[in-house]
């Protein structure tokens, strides 16, 4: 079925391929603080705003059945389209949107990292003892205290319950000939893994994976594949606990000090971008003094909240789409920037054809502006739009009053009742 050349995918197409474990991607359009008041349990944000810097690296393969959804504000066909002019062959939209999911019998869940928050739920709320339990797990994967950690031999143990598998560095090349997506996560801290890494792998530390698996791991029925060094413990627990909640997990072993030949930071896949109009800080700094000029800033909020051009009002690129035109102060140039110019470089074309005017990209962005030793600004100087680009968590809220506390109490502990409800997981609770 299709609509205006856009395939339609219904709630329930979803959930039989999610039950027949078929490879799929749920992807919300929308921007973070939205997706999370309320979405399916297995959707993943991947806004309009962001996307060209995230999807090829969060759905590697091109013919991987991707559908995307928002809530009525035109943000999914734009990001379909987008998908199409990169190369995705099997994109989709879901019948009725966010409401449409509802109307099928699906339920929606709020806050962000919905899988992990859900799967932690029921580990806590267990009758049995759990094969291993959130503070235990914390403890193995954040805890500097080495005499707490479980030894290797322990830390096998779990993972073979779960499931896990052990396959060779040639295991792994056979596996990433197949026509599977594979995400290859190095568990290791940041700077472990700048020091020397297996080529192709990404850096995401074991802590931050457990909790943000669907950031990093946003294709349903993909395997992951964990590497670490030393005695391994935590890629173990860390794929122990991700084979709990249904993930084909598995670990390489035997590797080798020449096996880590890559130094240095990972970089993102990108889709091919037309080169576009630069500008130096140092000129930049000569236009803004002619009063003509207009920097856009495309960073996340907080970003520029901590530290921006003088005179830079900051938006996410779906307002473009959301408001047009009408979302930007009058200017006869833009410039476009953020961190390093990369995101901002992708809205640049769009911009031209909204405001028929002259768009630059500010080489180096605001990275390369700092270096210069420019002055900044701080504070909400020039919001056009909501910070709608981050939702914060519960953790990072600061002083929380009691009656926050209460309701974060109630959510988790609602969240086994509305898993059963929801019905969609495969997650599976190892008793010890």
């Not at 929380?400 to 609770?429: C, M, N, T, Y």
Request: contains cysteine; proline residues 4%.
């Amino acid at each position: 079925m299709s609509e205006k050349n856009l395939l339609i995918r219904d709630t329930q197409h979803l959930l039989n391929a999610l039950n027949a474990g078929e490879e799929l991607a749920l992807v919300d359009a929308r921007e973070e603080v939205p997706f999370a008041g309320g979405h399916p349990l297995f959707a993943v944000n991947i806004s309009v705003s962001k996307l060209d810097i995230e999807i090829l690296n969060r759905i590697p393969r091109l013919n991987t059945p991707v559908t995307l959804y928002d809530n009525g504000e035109g943000l999914a066909r734009v990001a379909a389209e987008r998908l199409r002019e990169i190369g995705y062959t099997d994109v989709a939209l879901l019948a009725g949107g966010l409401a449409g999911w509802v109307e099928g019998g699906g339920e929606l869940f709020s806050g962000v990292n919905s899988p992990a928050n859900g799967f932690a739920s029921l580990v806590d709320n267990s009758t049995a003892t759990p094969l291993l339990g959130t503070e235990q797990l914390a403890l193995q994967l954040e805890s500097q205290d080495n005499g707490a950690r479980l030894s290797a031999v322990e830390a096998r143990t779990l993972a073979d319950r779960a499931g896990v598998q052990r396959i060779t560095l040639a295991g792994l090349q056979q596996w990433q000939q197949q026509e599977r997506t594979l995400y290859l996560f190095d568990v290791r801290v940041l700077a472990e893994y700048q020091q020397g890494h297996l080529p192709g792998s990404r850096s995401v530390p074991a802590a931050q994976l457990v909790k943000e698996t669907d950031q990093f791991a946003s294709v349903l029925n993909a395997r992951i594949v964990l590497i670490d060094d030393g005695d391994g413990v935590r890629a173990t627990v860390a794929a122990s606990w991700l084979a709990q909640q249904g993930w084909q997990v598995a670990i390489v072993d035997g590797l080798q000090a020449a096996d880590f030949s890559v130094s240095g930071g990972w970089s993102p896949k990108v889709p091919e971008l037309d080169a576009q109009p630069q500008v130096t800080p140092a000129e930049l700094t000569a236009r803004l003094a002619e009063g003509d000029t207009q920097v856009l800033d495309f960073t996340t909020s907080a970003n520029y909240v901590n530290a921006h051009i003088p005179g830079a009002a900051w938006l996410q690129r779906a307002a473009l789409t959301t408001a047009g035109a009408d979302a930007l102060p009058a200017a006869e140039r833009y410039v476009v920037t953020c961190g390093s110019s990369l995101l901002a470089a992708y809205s640049a074309e769009q911009l031209r054809q909204l405001t028929g005017k002259e768009v630059q990209v500010l080489t180096g962005g605001n990275t390369a502006w700092k270096a210069a030793g420019l002055p900044v600004e701080q504070g909400e100087t020039t919001l056009l739009l909501p910070r709608i680009d981050r939702f914060l968590r519960p953790e990072e809220r600061s002083n929380p009053s009691a009656a926050e506390i209460a309701l974060q109490d109630a959510w988790r502990q609602g969240l086994p009742a509305q898993l059963a409800r929801d019905g969609s997981h495969r997650f599976k609770v190892l008793a010890a």
